[in-house]
């Protein structure tokens, strides 16, 4: 969980807790919670037969659930201790919901891992005597909500079983805070069974090289939370290339430094998922990075590129940039270095692209960078701008604007013109752009439809998935004909396109019309010029049609 995820939660259970207590003045409520952790372990200790050691760290780290038990009491400074203990000689606690929330498992996840039949650990002892024997191996108890999480199993094997498995991966020349690190990381190696065609002897043989024989290890701090977070470094990589027991081959002897060392996981992980977005394998984006760990401290957020400028610099020839200038002018203009995977998928270039970075190019992307530093601006666009800026609804403008730059079109007066057809929020226009992505419509001629046709993003994703699957299902229409006409999607399903379609297939079927119509002529008409051309086909057509066709509704 990354960090600002972790700040996030804490934050929300300061709140939470202090919403909880509000009826006790806030001069007085740390010496509440003491006392209610206190009486806790007390009671987990002495009633319950609890270690004291696993009772003492239970009560100190179950702030939530024992903010609620403290605002079932009145609270007095002279009689508060020993009215929580009445409460919880009266009143016994769920076991298993203070057990999870100690283990650093969110409050609000709880309720949902808690047995139905089961409040004592007395009914079932197995989870309890898992974690107690990771914790005397020296796994932070408020770091097991980590591994059961991921692997709930774990915590059904016996003490034995844990002790042994430890045993085992010590073996291969690693001290305890070592495999705890790794096992955090990679909590299936506690499982009974490796997953996903992992092998637990090849991962750790694999670490062994990474971390002594390669010499990784040095410059790692000698404590759990250092080990783990360099693992789960280490973790993203794995999961990008397949697992294949050969990742020393991958990292290599001479870059494991400045990647797993000098950057943070956030950004390791933001930059995997920018080159991911190109659309190519996961294995090449990971070889990419390990081999070119400079492309890490890229800045995404800030510079500006333009379009035909980064093409040219990359090597596209004049004959293709003016190809590109007439077929692709939604996209010309500047826009985020963000947004420069989705700009190379609007042009339908993002493999050519990947491919000169991967190919031992990728200092061109830095060089251009620092060569074009302050990119032209187009005045269209800017005028534009300044329209939405004096708008009162500019807020919404600026999210769909930032929405449609995001997909690849750039800041050009075509962008403003289908901003000013598009309806919903950005998150809704998402929303339909991915479900039509989906169809499996290529991202560039995707593009190309929102240019042409903008409102086809104006209805919800239900609808759209309607008229895809009739259309594909009932119609057979081939994707390259929605991609010639996507007006058809603005249509209405159930009072247009489906009464005119099976009219004329009824027409066809009775061999009353000979002649093979469009899809477009069959739907775009207005009703007049449709039933018209009916009538031309039989005089009595018309008639059916209003009788039979023109309210047919799609089957629920």
Same mark, same amino acid.
């Given at each position: 969980?990354?960090?600002k995820?972790?700040s996030f939660?804490?934050?929300y259970?300061?709140?939470?807790?202090?919403t909880?207590?509000?009826?006790i003045?806030?001069?007085?409520?740390n010496?509440a919670?003491?006392?209610?952790?206190?009486?806790?372990t007390?009671y987990?200790h002495?009633t319950?037969?609890f270690p004291?050691?696993y009772a003492e760290l239970i009560?100190n780290?179950?702030?939530?659930?024992?903010?609620?038990?403290?605002a079932?009491?009145e609270?007095?400074?002279s009689t508060?201790?020993?009215?929580?203990?009445?409460v919880?000689r009266?009143?016994p606690? +769920?076991?298993?919901e203070?057990?999870?929330?100690?283990?650093?498992i @969110?409050?609000?996840?709880?309720?949902?891992?808690?047995p139905d039949?089961k409040v004592?650990?007395s009914?079932?002892? /197995?989870l309890?005597?898992?974690?107690?024997?990771?914790?005397?191996?020296?796994f932070?108890?408020?770091?097991?909500?980590?591994?059961?999480?991921?692997e709930?199993s774990?915590?059904g094997?016996?003490?034995?079983?844990?002790?042994s498995r430890l045993?085992?991966?010590?073996g291969?020349?690693?001290?305890?805070?070592?495999?705890?690190?790794?096992?955090?990381?990679?909590?299936?190696v506690?499982? @009974?069974? /490796?997953?996903e065609?992992?092998g637990?002897?090849?991962?750790f043989s694999?670490l062994?090289?990474i971390?002594l024989?390669?010499?990784?290890?040095?410059?790692?701090e000698?404590d759990v939370?250092s080990?783990?977070?360099?693992?789960r470094?280490?973790r993203?990589?794995?999961?990008?290339?397949?697992?294949?027991?050969?990742?020393?081959?991958y990292?290599?002897r001479n870059? *494991?430094?400045?990647?797993?060392i000098? *950057?943070r996981?956030?950004e390791?992980?933001?930059?995997?998922?920018?080159?991911c977005?190109?659309?190519?394998?996961?294995?090449?984006?990971?070889?990419?990075i390990?081999?070119c760990p @400079?492309l890490?401290?890229?800045?995404?957020?800030?510079?500006v590129?333009?379009?035909?400028?980064l093409?040219?610099h990359?090597?596209?020839?004049?004959k293709?940039?003016?190809?590109?200038?007439?077929?692709f002018?939604?996209?010309?203009?500047? %826009?985020k270095?963000v947004?420069?995977?989705?700009?190379?998928?609007?042009?339908g270039l993002?493999?050519?692209?990947f491919?000169?970075i991967?190919?031992g190019?990728h200092?061109l992307?830095?060089?251009?960078?620092a060569?074009?530093?302050?990119?032209?601006q187009d005045?269209d666009?800017?005028?534009g $701008?300044?329209?939405?800026?004096i708008s009162r609804?500019?807020?919404?403008s600026?999210?769909k604007l930032k929405f449609?730059?995001?997909?690849?079109?750039?800041?050009?007066a $075509?962008?403003?013109?289908?901003? +000013?057809h598009l309806?919903?929020t950005?998150s809704?226009?998402?929303?339909?752009?991915?479900?039509?992505?989906? /169809?499996?419509?290529?991202?560039s001629?995707?593009?190309?439809m929102v240019?042409?046709?903008?409102?086809?993003?104006?209805?919800?994703?239900?609808?759209?998935?309607r008229?895809v699957n009739?259309? +594909?299902?009932?119609?057979?229409?081939?994707l390259?004909?929605?991609?010639?006409f996507?007006?058809m999607l603005? *249509?209405?399903l159930?009072?247009?396109i489906?009464p005119? *379609?099976?009219?004329h297939k009824?027409?066809?079927?009775?061999g009353?019309?000979?002649?093979?119509?469009s899809?477009?002529s069959?739907i775009a %008409? +207005?009703?007049k010029?449709?039933?018209?051309?009916?009538?031309?086909i039989?005089?009595?057509?018309?008639k059916?049609?209003?009788?039979?066709?023109?309210h047919?509704?799609?089957?629920?």
């Amino acid at each position: 969980m990354c960090s600002k995820t972790l700040s996030f939660f804490s934050l929300y259970r300061h709140f939470s807790i202090s919403t909880i207590l509000r009826k006790i003045p806030i001069r007085h409520r740390n010496l509440a919670v003491h006392e209610a952790q206190k009486a806790l372990t007390d009671y987990l200790h002495a009633t319950r037969s609890f270690p004291f050691t696993y009772a003492e760290l239970i009560g100190n780290n179950t702030l939530c659930s024992l903010s609620n038990l403290i605002a079932k009491v009145e609270f007095s400074p002279s009689t508060f201790s020993k009215s929580f203990q009445r409460v919880l000689r009266y009143h016994p606690i +769920n076991e298993f919901e203070v057990f999870f929330e100690s283990i650093g498992i @969110e409050h609000h996840l709880v309720s949902g891992l808690l047995p139905d039949d089961k409040v004592f650990f007395s009914q079932d002892r /197995s989870l309890f005597d898992a974690a107690c024997a990771l914790s005397d191996f020296g796994f932070p108890w408020e770091k097991l909500g980590v591994l059961y999480l991921q692997e709930s199993s774990i915590f059904g094997r016996s003490a034995a079983e844990l002790k042994s498995r430890l045993g085992e991966l010590k073996g291969f020349g690693f001290g305890n805070v070592e495999v705890i690190g790794m096992c955090l990381a990679f909590p299936f190696v506690l499982s @009974e069974e /490796s997953q996903e065609g992992v092998g637990i002897d090849e991962l750790f043989s694999d670490l062994k090289l990474i971390f002594l024989d390669f010499g990784l290890g040095r410059f790692v701090e000698g404590d759990v939370d250092s080990w783990h977070e360099v693992c789960r470094k280490l973790r993203l990589f794995i999961d990008l290339i397949g697992y294949k027991g050969n990742l020393w081959e991958y990292i290599g002897r001479n870059k *494991y430094k400045s990647i797993f060392i000098e *950057y943070r996981e956030e950004e390791l992980v933001n930059k995997v998922k920018f080159f991911c977005r190109f659309g190519v394998k996961k294995e090449e984006v990971a070889q990419l990075i390990l081999l070119c760990p @400079e492309l890490l401290s890229l800045d995404l957020e800030n510079p500006v590129i333009n379009v035909l400028k980064l093409l040219k610099h990359f090597g596209l020839s004049s004959k293709d940039l003016d190809e590109i200038s007439q077929k692709f002018a939604h996209v010309l203009g500047r %826009n985020k270095l963000v947004n420069l995977p989705n700009v190379m998928r609007a042009l339908g270039l993002q493999e050519w692209f990947f491919d000169k970075i991967n190919g031992g190019h990728h200092q061109l992307l830095t060089d251009y960078i620092a060569k074009y530093p302050n990119e032209d601006q187009d005045k269209d666009y800017q005028d534009g $701008l300044r329209r939405i800026q004096i708008s009162r609804a500019r807020v919404h403008s600026i999210s769909k604007l930032k929405f449609l730059h995001g997909l690849g079109f750039g800041e050009n007066a $075509l962008t403003i013109d289908v901003l +000013n057809h598009l309806h919903g929020t950005s998150s809704e226009l998402q929303e339909r752009f991915d479900c039509l992505l989906c /169809s499996r419509i290529e991202f560039s001629k995707l593009c190309m439809m929102v240019r042409r046709t903008p409102r086809i993003l104006n209805q919800n994703s239900e609808t759209i998935k309607r008229k895809v699957n009739f259309f +594909n299902q009932e119609m057979g229409t081939s994707l390259s004909y929605l991609e010639t006409f996507p007006a058809m999607l603005h *249509y209405h399903l159930e009072d247009r396109i489906i009464p005119r *379609y099976r009219f004329h297939k009824w027409l066809t079927e009775k061999g009353l019309c000979c002649k093979k119509y469009s899809i477009r002529s069959m739907i775009a %008409n +207005n009703e007049k010029k449709f039933v018209a051309r009916v009538f031309k086909i039989h005089p009595a057509a018309p008639k059916h049609w209003f009788e039979k066709f023109c309210h047919i509704k799609l089957p629920m």
